[in-house]
């Protein structure tokens, strides 16, 4: 038997004004289950999370989370949400283990557990040794611990965290990584966004949003199998001039930049790799390297861009 949805929503609309922030998302998320939604800047990834959790209400649709309708049973779906919002609020003056305690009040946690959720929650999170420094002192690390920390005293089956992992440096992204996957082992059904397609690996899910809307969904193998055979790689000097030359060729669809190298996405590979090496020569394009390579997730959705043109990113 399948896990239990934890999270539902059918054609969600919000708009604000003429913008419609979300344009008919369908989404299932069940208990286990880690989905990611991935979209550039004002993709609606925010208003999204801000609907689920029932700080916005919806323009039009259906959201069911934990078995309750929103907006009407928001009070009981609140229960079994944590939310970690893109800007949450830590108290700086308070300590870390202050800061729990407040948040179990808030949440209504019974005093007399309070203490030793707190405990458990300080260890989860690897902050034991930091109890009793304020907020204000930790790292930006370790403030995204503590927030997630706070998003479950209540024990929620559902976690919605909207950019966890922004502004973090790469060793304390590792570390919050291993803290969701143990969410996900107690059942636990998470909603995380995140600017970064390198991270759209870790998800069970992944939904490409734009606009509002969902672009495509899937596992996130199966997105970058869509581009099979279909990238190659090309490293070489001046990097300009190799591009003019590439997007040249009548097989090469989109050339992208990907640090010091080039991502050619093509129709087929065999004529490219033929023809391009002696054109770049001729442009005095000293080569470096050029090979097919596994496409990555960021290859698949500038493709899913191009293909829908009304659906590109609005400060484009
Ligand atoms: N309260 C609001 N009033 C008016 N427009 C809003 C409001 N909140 C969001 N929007 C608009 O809705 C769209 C989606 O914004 P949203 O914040 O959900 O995007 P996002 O994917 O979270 O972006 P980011 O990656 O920058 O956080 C944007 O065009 C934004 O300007
Ligand atoms: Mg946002």
């Known amino acids: ?42 993709a609606g990834k925010t208003t999204t999370m801000r609907l689920l959790c029932g700080v916005l209400t919806l323009t039009s649709g259906r959201i069911r989370v934990a078995g309750y309708e929103l907006p009407r049973q928001v009070e009981k779906a609140r229960e079994h949400i944590g939310y970690l919002a893109q800007r949450f609020s830590l108290y700086g003056d308070l300590t870390v283990a202050e800061n729990l305690d407040f948040f179990g009040a808030i949440f209504d946690v019974p005093p007399a557990e309070r203490k030793a959720r707190a405990q458990e929650l300080l260890r989860f999170a690897g902050l034991t040794d930091f109890a009793n420094r304020p907020a204000a002192a930790l790292s930006g690390g370790m403030q995204k611990k503590l927030g ?120 087929s590979a065999e004529g490219p790799l033929a023809r391009l090496p002696a054109e770049l020569s001729a442009a005095s394009v000293r080569l470096i390297h050029f090979q097919p390579v596994t496409p990555t997730l960021e290859d698949v959705f500038i493709q899913l861009l191009e293909e829908n043109h009304d659906d590109l990113p609005a400060h484009d």
């Open 1 to 42: 038997m399948n896990p239990e949805v934890l999270l539902e929503t059918e054609a969600l609309v919000k708009t604000f004004g003429s913008v419609r922030a979300v344009d008919g998302l369908n989404l299932q998320v069940r208990a286990g289950e880690m989905v990611g939604l991935v979209g550039p800047d004002g």
């Open 148 to 267: 997630l920390a706070t998003a479950l005293v209540h024990r929620p089956q559902v976690m919605l965290l909207d950019e966890p992992t922004g502004a973090v440096d790469p060793v304390a992204r590792q570390e919050f990584w291993h803290l969701l996957i143990g969410l996900l082992r107690t059942g636990s059904a998470v909603v995380v966004s995140t600017p970064y397609m390198d991270e759209a690996m870790r998800f069970n899910r992944v939904i490409f949003m734009n606009r509002g809307r969902a672009l495509v969904e899937g596992k996130p193998r199966e997105l970058l199998n869509r581009l099979a055979g279909q990238v190659l790689e090309l490293a070489a000097e001046p990097l300009m001039v190799a591009r003019r030359v590439a997007l040249a060729d009548s097989d090469v669809d989109n050339v992208q930049a990907f640090g010091d190298r080039l991502h050619l996405r093509v129709r």
